[in-house]
């Protein structure tokens, strides 16, 4: 036991050694809580307008108002005819055109072919058409003062679950805490056990009296500890600076992000168990692994709108089941029966890692 | 002298088998899966119904519901509390509650309300879920002023073509960012720096010879890319393929540039690819990649002039899919040439042949 207390305490001095790159691990956390919770949204906000309007009447000067006066577009300019808009579009300096013919409000009530046109730069559909139900729900209702016809309607009430103020880190948190332990537990792990080999001084610990498997698990042991210390970070970033309630139980929510710590660390090792090289090493945890966390699992786009051979695929990433289960538990504050499926899936996981990366393991350096 | 020096590089790269290999996988992986995965497009979101009316007005409206690509209807339940039991257990992300008498309210031409709640942990899904399902069943379509909509440069409204040119520049900031961060720190590490060092290659012909083939590389990578959206998805650029291949001869330089920084400043390979990564992961969150860039607030949109992968996904963009020309992206071509000149200026004079 004392040798393993050493053992641990000798990759906490190499972990420590490096500054720079302690400050990254710790850091990456907090700028990704900040940006995600104040630079990024994913809503619809200033959306840049052109305003072409040769009737210049009331109506046409009420509704431009109005789009001006909402928070999701901004009037950057007014032009005469529509190569202009065509021009502007090009140039990235707009992303709606608003659009009026001659003698609108007068030709209005008579003529019904007369419309106005809505030009929206479709490059991105969701904005384009967040864009176009902003501005089209802004249009009817400056119409509001005219007596309206008495239309059979239905008035739809509408209540938004878990998220009512639909703050986007509502949904980037439990990624980005996915994100952050892939990266630090299967990442680091596999870098450090694999730069022991290139240097040689794996020879060295592997004559040492211990078992060679408690010469890898104390090589993971740090790397825990770190991860739990960026949880921590993480979720105190979200609570007290972001306002992101944790609605469900602490205890299921480390006991969920425990098992996953410990998924991705075996994963770490059984790339390490592969690779022979640093780059290799970097270039399997780093672009095959961290790229297909990243937009694979949920993170960022929805795996329900992905086809069905990718939504297989996102099965077998464990981010998925975790942030899944982060967001179960976190956001929507249910119990344990609802992430048990979770839950299996991760210790399943678990057991195929651990079988697989301790017969690959190997006592001797070939 | 440096005719020697690219050799030596390409030699090195195509010495282990990985490399090569890599260069060209990755970008054929990326592109066949990334755009599928890459999809925020809002569709078949699962509706629970609440029908409490049971009447013919009732029925009809979620007909109506269940004909647009929107939604797909997954169960019905009897009461609310069932309902938001579904949604807990992420069998349905919306729920439509319909109140009993509805149809005689209409009828009567009283008010009639419906409640609907959306699982909004996804805001955009929630958003867009709500407003598809409101337009539907008030039928707002009835707008009093006729709105003639367009959507300009993307008529099928298709993400995937929308997600290609930034995947694009994604896939070139991570092989001409990467692979030079570790460099010259692996040189470092197995000493044939100090080789380098005492021959009499001056600096700003060792840093040219390490640019060089990371510029090829970029090159052969960028058309990879293109080959594969046109085969797989026929995605082919509105405007001239050129004036893509000039904006990233120019990206690759400024990329490459600072993966040579860090590398000149890093004592490891491990430091070295922290610190890239660093970068990179900031780089691609501002990028407007993923979200729009004039959503962020002013502070943010401040600091994202000094973004080189912004300026490249702009152009990607604006070229591949509005057909820009060079004088329409004049603004970024200077932007991200002001980039590739101070990155390798610095890459040079941070580069020390002794200690």
Known sequence: MKQFRSFIRKEFRHIFRDRRTVLILLGIPIIQIILFGFALSTDLNNDRVAVLDPSQDELTH????????????????????????????KKNEID??????PRFAAKLPNDS???????????????????????????????????AKAVQSVIPNIQLLYNPQMKSSYNFVPGVMGMILMLLCAMMTSISIVREKENGTMEVLLVSPMRPIFIILAKMVPYMVLSLANLLTILLLSVYLLHVPIAGNLGLLFGVSFLFIMVTLFIGLLISNVANTQVLAMMMSGLMLMMPTVFLSGMVFPVESMPKVLQWLSCAMPARWYIQAMRKVMIEGVGLQYVFKEILVLTGMLAILLTASLKTFKNRLA | MIKYLIEKEFKQMFRSKFMPRMIVMYPILIMIFMPFAANSDISNLNLCVIDND??????????????????????????????????????????????????RYLSLN????????????NAVKGSLGISYLSSIVSNQNKSSIPIDVTYLYNKHQDYKLFMVPGLVAMILIALCGFLPALNIVKEKEVGTMDQINVTPVNKFTFIIAKLIPYWVIGFVVLTICFIMAWAIYGFVPVGNLGVIYLGASIFVLAVSGLGLIISNNSDN??????????????FMMMSGLLTPIQSMPQWAQDINVLNPLKYFIQIARMVFLRGSSVTDIAEQLIALSIFAIGFNTWAVLSYRKSN
């Open chain 1, 62 to 89: 009420r509704i431009t108002n109005e789009i001006n006066s909402s928070q999701y577009f901004k009037v950057v300019r007014n032009i005469s005819n529509a190569d202009q808009a065509d021009a502007a579009f």
């Open chain 1, 96 to 101: 709606m055109a608003l659009i009026f013919p």
């Open chain 1, 113 to 147: 072919s007369t419309h106005m046109q809505l030009l929206l730069d479709g490059s991105d559909p969701n904005m384009a058409r967040m864009g176009y139900n902003y501005a089209s729900s802004i249009i009817t209702s400056s119409q509001k003062q005219q007596p």
């Open chain 2, 54 to 103: 049971h009447s013919v007005y009732s029925e009809r409206l979620v007909n109506r519901i269940e004909a647009s690509t929107y939604f797909k209807l997954t169960s019905t339940k009897g009461t609310y509390y069932e309902g938001l039991k579904e949604v807990e257990s992420d069998r349905a992300d919306i729920l439509l509650v319909i109140p009993p008498h509805l149809e």
């Open chain 2, 110 to 121: 009283e008010p009639a309300h419906v409640w609907i709640a959306a699982n909004s942990v």
């Open chain 2, 269 to 282: 390979m491990q430091q070295a690819m922290f610190v890239m990564w660093f970068c990179m992961i900031v």
